[in-house]
């Protein structure tokens, strides 16, 4: 079965400091993995996802992620982080198989200090 | 577009009543799903359908049905309200997998429920 740990249910950084929001996944067969971002009050928005491609994917907003099969992580960054960053974010894993159900990670809210 | 559009917004209910949750896509996508979200566990899959006139058991079922009847609408019923059914739902949808791919599911803005 899949399943998603997403390390630190809340971090924050400086304006300006690097972002790292760390994601592991099990899988028994290669993945598809995802960030989505949910801003309060809103639903999901797809930041970024990996479908085996390339393995340093770009997404909006500066972010990218990387897969690292060998340590089964999936980590989110971003060099400098902004005022309009802080959000929660969520990893999420897929099989790609059929309906494509995702699992998703416990979530990372990101607090940014001014 | 609109996109994924979700009504009510908001809702009380007291325990034992029964609601139906509204989704509509515009985007003809094939495969809709609801999840609810709850602190601390991220969203977890509660129904999904796979076109018109299908539907699954997800992750956490229990207390739940839906009905795909349009292509475009996907229902969530609670027969008997819970407090422990008191979450967000979210609805999704996405086109059809290509193959060697994984499509993204885009998502409404959320049904906040209480459950008293």
């Known amino acids: 079965a899949q399943s998603v740990t997403q390390l630190g249910s809340h971090v924050s950084v400086s304006e300006g400091a690097l972002v790292l929001l760390r994601c592991n996944y099990s899988?028994?067969?290669?993945?598809?993995l995802f960030w989505y971002v949910q801003y309060p009050n809103q639903g999901l928005q797809l930041l970024l996802k990996?479908?085996?491609?390339?393995?340093l994917v770009k997404g909006i907003n500066g972010f990218e992620a990387e897969f690292k099969k060998s340590e089964t992580s999936f980590h989110l960054t971003k060099p400098s982080a902004h005022m309009s960053d802080a959000a929660e974010y969520f990893c999420?894993?897929?099989?790609?198989?059929?309906?494509?159900?995702?699992?998703f990670g416990q979530g990372t809210r990101l607090t940014i200090n001014p | 577009n609109a996109g994924v559009t979700q009504t009510p917004k908001f809702r009380v209910l007291k325990t034992g009543q029964s609601m139906t949750l509204l989704c509509a896509q515009d985007?003809?996508?094939?495969?809709m799903y609801w999840y609810r979200q709850d602190p601390g566990m991220g969203l977890r899959l509660i129904h999904y359908?796979?076109?018109?006139?299908?539907?699954a058991k997800g992750e956490v079922p229990d207390g739940y049905n839906v009905s795909r009847l349009k292509k475009q609408n996907f229902l969530l019923g609670l027969e008997s309200a819970a407090p422990s059914q008191t979450s967000v739902y979210f609805c999704?949808?996405?086109?059809?997998?290509?193959?060697?791919?994984?499509?993204?599911?885009?998502f409404g803005p959320g049904t906040r429920l209480l459950v008293l």
């Open positions: 999704a949808s996405s086109p059809l997998r290509a193959a060697g791919n994984s499509e993204t599911q885009y």
């Open positions: 899988s028994s067969v290669p993945p598809y």
């Open positions: 990996y479908t085996s491609a390339a393995t």
């Open positions: 999420a894993v897929s099989l790609g198989e059929g309906a494509q159900k995702l699992v």
């Open positions: 985007m003809n996508h094939e495969y």
């Open positions: 359908s796979v076109g018109e006139g299908t539907t």
